[in-house]
C-alpha cells in the first residue's frame, strides 16, 4: 500500500483549489464547481505518482503498512497528533487490501479523510507556513512545464489527455522541499498557537482575493472559462499551464498575511 501517495495527495488539491473555491462562492467569474472536483484529482494524481513505492509482495500487509509509516515524515505528526484517526484509517486500508482491493481503490477510499485533515490544519497554520506550501505547488507545475506545456497540461489534468508520471520529471530536491513544508505547516497549526482567523482578517482576505481575479481578466479574457471546464484547454495547453501558474503567482506576490488569508479563507469557507 502507497501510504505516501495518501498522505500527501492532500495538500496539492487543498491549495490548488483554495482561491478557486473562493471564486466559486463569491461568483466573480461566474460557475467553476467542475474545477474543484478536478482539482482534487490533479493533487492525487500528482503525489501518487511522485512517491511510488517498490514492489513489497514478499512483506505481509502489516508489514508493508508499518514499514511505510515509519518512513513517512507527515503520518508520523498525524500519529502525534491524532493516534486514533491514524489507526481508524490504518486498519480500514489492512482490511481492503486483504479483501483484495487494489490500491487505487484503497487511496480513493481514504483519501477524502487524509484530505480533511490536511486542509484543517492548513487553515488555522501560521501565514508563513502557509505561504510556504503554496510555493512548493507552484514549484511542481513549473517543473513539470519545463518539459514541456503538453507534459504540464497532463500533469494538471490526468483525465482530460491522460498523465504523465512525475516521479521523472519533478527534481528530489522539489519533493524534499515539499515533506519539509508539510510538516512544519502540520506541526506549527496544531496546539492553543495556532493561527485564529478573525473577521477583519476574512473581510481583507475578501478584498484581496477580488484584486487577484480583477488583474487576470486583462491577460486571459476569454480563457478563463478554462478554470469552468479543463477540456477548453486541451489544445491550449501553453496557456493553461500559463493561467494557473499566475494565478498562484499572483497571490504570492502579495504580502505574506494577504496571501495567506485567501488560502485560509477558501479553506474554511461552506
Same mark, same amino acid.
Given at each position: 500500500?502507497?501510504?505516501?501517495?495518501?498522505?500527501?495527495?492532500? !495538500?496539492?488539491?487543498?491549495?490548488?483549489?483554495?482561491?478557486?473555491?473562493?471564486?466559486?462562492?463569491?461568483?466573480?467569474?461566474?460557475?467553476?464547481?467542475?474545477?474543484?472536483?478536478?482539482?482534487?484529482?490533479?493533487?492525487?494524481?500528482?503525489?501518487?505518482?511522485? !512517491? !511510488?513505492?517498490?514492489? /513489497?509482495?514478499?512483506?505481509?500487509?502489516?508489514?508493508?503498512?508499518?514499514?511505510?509509516?515509519?518512513?513517512?515524515?507527515?503520518?508520523?505528526?498525524?500519529?502525534?497528533?491524532?493516534?486514533?484517526?491514524?489507526?481508524?484509517?490504518?486498519?480500514?486500508?489492512?482490511?481492503?487490501?486483504?479483501?483484495?482491493?487494489?490500491?487505487?481503490?484503497?487511496?480513493?477510499?481514504?483519501?477524502?479523510?487524509?484530505?480533511?485533515? /490536511?486542509?484543517?490544519?492548513?487553515?488555522?497554520?501560521?501565514?508563513?507556513?502557509?505561504?510556504?506550501?503554496?510555493?512548493?505547488?507552484?514549484?511542481?507545475?513549473?517543473?513539470? /512545464? /519545463?518539459?514541456?506545456?503538453?507534459?504540464?497540461?497532463?500533469?494538471?489534468?490526468?483525465?482530460?489527455?491522460?498523465?504523465?508520471?512525475?516521479?521523472?520529471?519533478?527534481?528530489?530536491?522539489?519533493?524534499?522541499?515539499?515533506?519539509?513544508?508539510?510538516?512544519?505547516?502540520?506541526?506549527?497549526?496544531?496546539?492553543?498557537?495556532?493561527?485564529?482567523?478573525?473577521?477583519?482578517?476574512?473581510?481583507?482576505?475578501?478584498?484581496?482575493?477580488?484584486?487577484?481575479?480583477?488583474?487576470?481578466?486583462?491577460? !486571459?479574457?476569454?480563457?478563463?472559462?478554462? #478554470?469552468?471546464?479543463?477540456?477548453?484547454?486541451?489544445?491550449?495547453?501553453?496557456?493553461?499551464?500559463?493561467?494557473?501558474?499566475?494565478?498562484?503567482?499572483?497571490? #504570492?506576490?502579495?504580502?505574506?498575511?494577504?496571501?495567506?488569508?485567501?488560502?485560509?479563507?477558501?479553506?474554511?469557507?461552506?
Amino acid at each position: 500500500m502507497n501510504w505516501t501517495h495518501v498522505l500527501l495527495a492532500g !495538500y496539492a488539491g487543498a491549495v490548488i483549489s483554495a482561491v478557486v473555491a473562493l471564486i466559486r462562492k463569491k461568483g466573480w467569474i461566474g460557475r467553476i464547481s467542475a474545477i474543484v472536483l478536478t482539482l482534487a484529482a490533479i493533487a492525487l494524481w500528482n503525489v501518487m505518482d511522485a !512517491y !511510488y513505492l517498490k514492489n /513489497q509482495a514478499n512483506q505481509n500487509i502489516d508489514q508493508q503498512l508499518d514499514a511505510a509509516m515509519a518512513s513517512m515524515p507527515t503520518w508520523q505528526v498525524l500519529k502525534e497528533q491524532e493516534p486514533e484517526k491514524v489507526e481508524q484509517i490504518r486498519a480500514q486500508a489492512a482490511l481492503m487490501i486483504k479483501a483484495g482491493k487494489r490500491e487505487q481503490q484503497v487511496i480513493d477510499s481514504i483519501q477524502p479523510q487524509i484530505l480533511a485533515i /490536511q486542509k484543517n490544519r492548513l487553515a488555522y497554520a501560521p501565514d508563513e507556513q502557509v505561504v510556504a506550501v503554496m510555493q512548493v505547488n507552484v514549484a511542481q507545475i513549473e517543473a513539470v /512545464q /519545463q518539459v514541456s506545456d503538453d507534459a504540464c497540461y497532463r500533469f494538471l489534468f490526468p483525465e482530460v489527455k491522460g498523465g504523465i508520471n512525475p516521479t521523472k520529471l519533478i527534481p528530489q530536491t522539489v519533493m524534499s522541499q515539499r515533506i519539509k513544508a508539510d510538516v512544519a505547516m502540520m506541526r506549527a497549526a496544531w496546539g492553543p498557537d495556532k493561527h485564529i482567523v478573525t473577521s477583519e482578517e476574512r473581510q481583507h482576505a475578501q478584498l484581496s482575493a477580488r484584486k487577484v481575479i480583477q488583474m487576470m481578466v486583462p491577460t !486571459y479574457g476569454q480563457n478563463l472559462e478554462i #478554470l469552468n471546464d479543463p477540456r477548453k484547454g486541451a489544445e491550449k495547453e501553453k496557456i493553461t499551464c500559463n493561467l494557473y501558474k499566475d494565478l498562484w503567482r499572483n497571490v #504570492l506576490a502579495l504580502p505574506q498575511n494577504e496571501a495567506a488569508g485567501i488560502i485560509r479563507m477558501a479553506m474554511t469557507a461552506e
